[in-house]
């Protein structure tokens, strides 16, 4: 079945950037997404790209898409402790039904 | 790792019935769930929080009397949507929080006809 998968932890330096990736199996995905889930509160959709971009930036993050290697990165640059949470990677697929298939999550830890 | 299962995965009933969608966390407490929606080809929509042994938070715009969720122990919490119609016809998904980490139901295909 369609797969999604992230590491699942990162620590870095405050100031430092921190770049999550992310493959996926869907060659037909139109939409990737990267969520932001901090302790106890829901998803928040961070940014996405469309499957014919190769990359978009929206002030501090940065997103890479390789679609012959389906790879999808986030890079957070001038990485601050408010950004310590669990980033989800997430495609659609599924033609008409367009479902979202999600990462296991990736925890990053930002250290002062 | 830790697994959530969703169920039903699929389900199509008639309009005016109710439909109740199960989220389990089959090998942790969860302290909190999540209940998102989606639309075909769309973001998750945040529905509702729920805590276990209390009333869900509900998002802006979701009827709470319609989307009925019940957090009755630290496995499983449930969201019934009632007297269903077919603008209800949503992919819905749930996650469970534990310890710090998050983790995804399957998801329910829900059509009503």
């Known amino acids: 079945g369609e797969d999604v998968e992230q590491s699942l932890f990162l620590s870095v330096r405050e100031g430092d950037s921190s770049v999550i990736n992310c493959t996926y199996t869907?060659?037909?995905?139109?939409?990737l997404y990267w969520y932001k889930q901090e302790p106890g509160a829901g998803l928040q959709l961070l940014t996405y790209?469309?499957?014919?971009?190769d990359m978009k930036q929206d002030q501090r993050l940065t997103v890479l898409l390789n679609k012959k290697d389906k790879h999808l990165s986030l890079r957070i640059a001038d990485t601050q402790t408010g950004d310590s949470a669990i980033y989800f990677c997430?495609?659609?697929?599924?033609?008409?039904?367009?479902?979202?298939?999600f990462g296991k999550g990736t925890k990053l830890s930002v250290k002062p | 790792g830790a697994v959530v299962s969703q169920h039903p995965s699929w389900v199509i009933c008639k309009s005016g019935t109710s439909v109740k969608i199960e989220c389990r966390s089959l090998?942790?407490?969860?302290?909190?769930m999540f209940w998102y929606r989606q639309f075909p080809k769309q973001s998750l929509m945040l529905m509702a929080t729920?805590?276990?042994?209390?009333?869900?938070?509900?998002e802006q715009g979701v009827e709470k009397d319609k989307f009925l969720i019940n957090h009755a122990s630290l496995t499983l919490s449930t969201l019934t949507v009632t007297s269903a119609h077919p603008e209800d016809s949503s992919f819905y998904i749930c996650?469970?929080?534990?310890?710090?980490?998050?983790?995804f139901g399957q998801g329910t295909r829900l059509t009503v006809v």
């Open positions: 996650s469970a929080e534990g310890d710090g980490e998050a983790f």
């Open positions: 997430a495609e659609i697929y599924g033609g008409s039904q367009g479902n979202l298939i």
């Open positions: 729920s805590n276990e042994g209390s009333k869900a938070t509900y």
């Open positions: 869907d060659s037909s995905s139109t939409y």
């Open positions: 090998d942790f407490q969860a302290t909190t």
């Open positions: 790209i469309f499957s014919n971009m």
